[in-house]
């Protein structure tokens, strides 16, 4: 049986990674040359030009470093390398939660440190051609290092307090664990920017004058209590563009970029901004939460099945099942699972954000945000002739496009 298993997990490494290739072969075929009528008056001939190259540079770097992480993953199951792991840590402590913290961690910063050499090449090469890149190499290697702890102790202390309360509640550990990643999850909804972002960025107040005064303006008309909007420093790292909005209750805030700040008039960023003010209406925030929290429910509830199963650790070549080897082998089995689900979010979210552009277009300007949009994508250099097929997969929002034409009926409306 175990050997069955091992194979359906090869093949389903295989097989998802030889679909991501196509998809990405799809684009491809939708590369031109010369300027699209569809994008005249978005992009210019030189724009076009580059972004096409943009989209040429991230495709073959793409393939390099997604073949090189494919062939490392494979290998790891090919020749029982998560065996390996595990000896290294039982070698090291009985203890079953040391064990797993040390088995991930092996592993997890292994991974990093191979996959820095594509990271460091992606930002300083890549990015540094086209224009986008900020990011010093101190401020590089201060994020590696913020990243691995952070992930360390929170990671870290939610795997042990998991496995802390199966080893005292067995094949029920499920719902206690449900519980306690779904408290956590409310808390960093609500907190993360408070919490998390300071370590990576500054978040300054935004001062008062024009933009604050019309922000709070559109708010008031709309019935939404704003009291936080904060502008973050993403030019430290980039010259790209963001605004988003996070928290819950009286937690929540409208964070900008700088970037934005600099790119956009003040019509424009209240455009940005009442369409994130949309999702919020619309109780997109909550919708994705509760979504979150029963899919996590699902899976820990499978899992507590599968997780003293022999078949599956004997797939990965570990004789004794054990918590951690369970979560691998479960991990790449949910994958097609996790893929169905996937399409369905990404389904879900382009619906979720027509909603959120209707509510900007019909209470602020959908000249405005159609402006807004299409500055974004051209300083972004974005893709805006996707193929159809990779849009249904993988994308979250519609596309540029489809978007403009979207607003258009509202235009003409007003």
Same mark, same amino acid.
Do not use: C
């Given at each position: ?7 359906? /997990?090869?093949? $389903?490494?295989?097989? %998802? ?17 010369? +300027? ?10 030189? =724009? ?36 390996? &792991? ?10 079953? /939660? ?13 991974? %990093? ?8 090449? %992606? ?7 086209? @224009? ?10 201060? %994020? ?6 952070? @992930? ?43 919490? $998390? ?31 936080? $909007?904060?502008? #973050? ?13 996070? @928290? ?24 940005? +901004? ?15 939460? #509760?979504?979150?929290? #029963? ?20 797939? +990965? ?14 991990? #790449? ?35 405005? +945000? ?17 193929? =159809?097929?990779? &849009? ?23």
């Amino acid at each position: 049986m175990y050997g069955i298993l091992f194979w359906i /997990i090869i093949a $389903i490494i295989v097989l %998802d990674f030889l679909f991501e290739k196509y998809l990405d072969y799809l684009n491809t075929t939708r590369w031109s040359t010369t +300027l699209p009528n569809e994008v005249k008056g978005i992009y210019d001939e030189e =724009k076009y030009k580059k972004q096409q190259a943009y989209q040429r540079e991230n495709h073959r770097f793409g393939i390099l470093s997604s073949s090189f992480s494919f062939a490392v993953t494979l290998a790891m199951f090919l020749f029982y390398g998560f065996a390996l &792991v595990d000896g290294w840590a039982w070698r090291i402590t009985s203890n079953e /939660i040391l064990a797993a913290l040390l088995f991930f961690g092996i592993i997890m910063f292994a991974s %990093d440190i191979i996959s820095t050499p594509f990271s460091v090449y %992606d930002t300083f090469v890549i990015e540094e051609k086209f @224009g986008f890149n900020k990011t010093t190499p101190k401020t590089f290697v201060l %994020d590696k290092i913020k990243g691995w702890l952070v @992930g360390g102790l929170i990671g870290g202390g939610l795997l042990a307090l998991i496995i802390f309360i199966y080893s005292k509640t067995g094949d029920m550990f499920w719902i206690y664990a449900w519980i306690i990643i779904s408290a956590f999850s409310i808390f960093m909804a609500m907190f993360y920017s408070n919490l $998390i972002v300071p370590l990576f960025n500054k978040q300054t107040p935004l001062e008062e004058g024009e933009l604050r005064n019309a922000i709070k303006n559109f708010a008031n008309k709309v019935g939404f209590k704003l009291d936080n $909007i904060y502008v #973050i420093n993403g030019s430290k790292r980039s010259t790209k563009a963001n605004a988003y909005f996070t @928290g819950l209750g009286t937690k929540k805030r409208i964070v900008l970029y700088d970037t934005l700040i600099n790119d956009l008039t003040v019509d424009e960023i209240v455009a940005v +901004l009442a369409h994130e003010i949309g999702h919020n209406k619309n109780h997109h925030v909550i919708q994705g939460l #509760i979504l979150s929290l #029963i899919q996590t429910g699902v899976v820990l509830f499978v899992f507590s099945l599968l997780i003293n199963n022999q078949a599956l650790s004997k797939a +990965l070549g570990v004789e004794q099942p054990n918590f951690h080897i369970g979560l691998v082998a479960f991990g #790449i089995l949910y994958t097609p699972v996790s893929f169905v689900l996937g399409v369905f979010m990404n389904m879900l979210s382009r619906k979720n954000e027509y909603q959120a552009d209707e509510f900007a277009a019909v209470n602020f300007k959908p000249e405005a +945000l159609a402006s807004a949009l299409k500055k974004l994508s051209v300083t972004s250099l974005s893709n805006l002739t996707p193929h =159809k097929a990779y &849009v249904f997969f993988h994308y979250s929002h519609p596309t540029l496009l489809q978007r403009l034409a979207f607003l258009k009926k509202f235009e003409k409306e007003g």
